[in-house]
Protein backbone atom coordinates (compact mmCIF):
# COMPACT_ATOMS: atom_id res chain seq x y z
CA UNK A 1 0.00 0.00 0.00
CA UNK A 2 1.26 3.36 -0.79
CA UNK A 3 1.45 5.71 1.96
CA UNK A 4 -0.16 8.42 0.16
CA UNK A 5 -3.12 5.98 0.13
CA UNK A 6 -3.70 5.61 3.07
CA UNK A 7 -6.20 7.76 5.38
CA UNK A 8 -7.20 7.44 9.05
CA UNK A 9 -9.98 7.91 10.81
CA UNK A 10 -10.47 8.75 14.16
CA UNK A 11 -12.71 6.62 17.35
CA UNK A 12 -15.87 8.68 16.48
CA UNK A 13 -16.12 8.15 12.87
CA UNK A 14 -15.13 4.14 13.81
CA UNK A 15 -18.10 4.13 15.65
CA UNK A 16 -20.16 5.57 13.67
CA UNK A 17 -19.62 3.28 10.89
CA UNK A 18 -19.02 0.15 12.55
CA UNK A 19 -22.16 0.40 14.88
CA UNK A 20 -19.92 -0.79 17.57
CA UNK A 21 -18.96 0.99 21.31
CA UNK A 22 -15.92 1.96 22.40
CA UNK A 23 -15.52 -0.58 25.11
CA UNK A 24 -16.87 -3.21 22.51
CA UNK A 25 -13.58 -2.09 19.46
CA UNK A 26 -11.65 -2.01 22.39
CA UNK A 27 -12.81 -6.11 23.13
CA UNK A 28 -12.67 -7.05 19.92
CA UNK A 29 -9.24 -5.35 19.83
CA UNK A 30 -7.83 -7.08 22.78
CA UNK A 31 -9.65 -10.71 20.98
CA UNK A 32 -7.35 -9.87 17.98
CA UNK A 33 -11.13 -9.51 15.81
CA UNK A 34 -10.70 -5.64 14.92
CA UNK A 35 -8.14 -3.82 13.35
CA UNK A 36 -5.59 -2.39 15.77
CA UNK A 37 -5.49 1.42 16.10
CA UNK A 38 -2.12 3.19 14.77
CA UNK A 39 -0.61 5.45 17.65
CA UNK A 40 -0.31 9.21 15.99
CA UNK A 41 0.82 11.07 19.32
CA UNK A 42 0.96 10.53 23.47
CA UNK A 43 -2.82 10.59 23.38
CA UNK A 44 -4.10 10.05 20.10
CA UNK A 45 -4.45 7.28 17.37
CA UNK A 46 -6.17 6.16 14.33
CA UNK A 47 -7.76 3.46 12.60
CA UNK A 48 -6.78 2.90 8.66
CA UNK A 49 -9.78 3.69 6.31
CA UNK A 50 -9.28 0.28 4.53
CA UNK A 51 -9.13 -1.55 7.33
CA UNK A 52 -12.23 -0.65 8.63
CA UNK A 53 -13.99 -0.85 5.44
CA UNK A 54 -12.73 -4.66 5.02
CA UNK A 55 -13.92 -5.53 8.29
CA UNK A 56 -16.74 -4.56 7.48
CA UNK A 57 -17.18 -6.27 3.87
CA UNK A 58 -15.51 -9.30 5.81
CA UNK A 59 -19.32 -9.10 8.15
CA UNK A 60 -21.04 -8.86 5.21
CA UNK A 61 -19.84 -12.03 3.70
CA UNK A 62 -19.90 -13.85 6.71
CA UNK A 63 -23.55 -12.93 6.66
CA UNK A 64 -23.97 -13.53 3.14
CA UNK A 65 -22.44 -17.28 3.43
CA UNK A 66 -24.80 -18.41 6.06
CA UNK A 67 -28.44 -17.26 4.35
CA UNK A 68 -26.64 -18.75 1.45
CA UNK A 69 -27.01 -22.45 3.32
Same mark, same amino acid.
Given at each position: @?? +? =? =? !?? +? *?? +? /???????? +? #?? =?? *??? &? !?? @???? /?? /?? $??? /?? =??? %??? #????? %? !???????? $?? &????
Amino acid at each position: @MH +L =S =S !IS +L *IR +L /PLVKQRTG +L #SR =ST *IYA &K !IA @MDEF /PG /PV $NLG /PR =SVG %WVD #SEIDQ %W !IADRVAVR $NE &KEAR
